[in-house]
């Protein structure tokens, strides 16, 4: 394991609100099937439950979380990661599946020492989550998933070409536009808190993609359009809760239950006035309903929450 201490002000804080103290954040870089990757921690010393480790979906990356730090910090360490293929990391081309990305979370929490840990699985990070806790379940104390599905959603796989095409012949704000369509509701579909501001915050963060970050961005569909994001494997019987925004159009709540239903003694919520970007929406909302959880505090009767279904 090659391991870095950065300092947290030396980091991108863009979207940071209250960041934790520098002596608190450690940057990794670890090595694992050839490939390098990084993870950044953010240290609790005096923690109420194991640590968090979030998965967020293909287009957040290990600083994306900074935002939720305020709220989940207080209460636990955080790790977040960059796994190879993704963000910073190496490029992964796509013979390499989710049993790879799965086996390179579980080679992490080795490495960092951390036996066992509460998962947050966002859109993708759901994918890789679950087949990490699927095949290492000796990690997994808790799990949560977000925005999740078992089967790829039909808007995407049709999407799936255009934006390839799109991003191969370098036509990137029509795949910014694609994409912003395909990740965000309909604005008729319901009310969803800064359903416009996050738009606009999607569609620049796609249109100053890097090369490097399209090249992977096109493997990343080629990924998972060729190995599929479930397999029907065992999964350990840990307090499991499952949620979206409610009027989430790319993993429906349908989905989500459909998910959920896997995991006997699961729980499955809607969150009020959010769709698929419902931990960008309602950072607060999101942190406070996975911090709960995490630490045994009722989830049930939340103003920000429809009503708590027990799988």
């Known amino acids: 394991m090659r391991t870095a201490v950065t300092a947290a002000q030396d980091l991108p804080t863009q979207g940071a609100s209250g960041p934790a103290p520098s002596e608190r954040v450690e940057e990794h870089g670890l090595v694992f099937g050839g490939f390098a990757y990084q ?22 990356n290990r600083y994306s979380w900074q935002g939720h730090e305020r709220w989940l910090s207080p209460l636990c360490t955080m790790v977040t990661v960059d796994l190879p293929g993704y963000g910073s990391a190496d490029f992964l081309p796509a013979r390499y599946d989710i049993d790879f990305l799965a086996d390179a979370v579980a080679h992490m929490l080795a490495e960092l020492g951390m036996p066992r840990v509460n998962l947050f699985g966002g859109c993708f990070g759901e994918v890789v989550g679950l087949r990490f806790a699927q095949r290492h379940p000796s990690f997994v104390r808790r799990t949560l998933f977000g925005g999740a599905a078992k089967r790829l959603p039909d808007l995407y796989t049709e999407a799936v070409p255009r934006l390839t095409h799109a991003l191969e012949r370098g036509s990137i704000e029509e795949a910014a ?127 920000y929450c429809n009503a708590v279904e027990r799988m």
Request: hydrophobic fraction near 35%; proline fraction near 8%; charge should be neutral.
């Open 39 to 60: 993870c950044r921690i953010v240290r609790q010393p005096a923690p109420l439950t194991e640590p968090l480790l979030l998965l967020g979906g293909s287009s957040q």
């Open 177 to 303: 536009d694609g994409l912003v369509r395909l990740f965000m509701s309909n604005p008729e579909a319901g009310r969803v808190r800064k359903h416009a501001a996050v738009a606009r915050l999607l569609r620049n963060q796609f249109l100053t993609q890097t090369p490097d970050e399209i090249r992977k961005a096109v493997e990343h569909n080629t990924r998972l359009t060729t190995h599929g994001c479930y397999r029907p494997l065992p999964v350990p019987r840990v307090p499991t809760l499952v949620f979206t925004g409610e009027y989430d159009t790319l993993c429906t709540p349908a989905m989500g239950r459909e998910l959920a239903a896997t995991m006997p003694g699961s729980w499955f919520t809607t969150v009020k006035e959010g769709d698929h970007l419902v931990t960008v929406e309602r950072r607060e909302e999101s942190s406070d309903l996975i911090g709960r959880f995490c630490t045994d505090r009722s989830i049930e009767d939340l103003p």
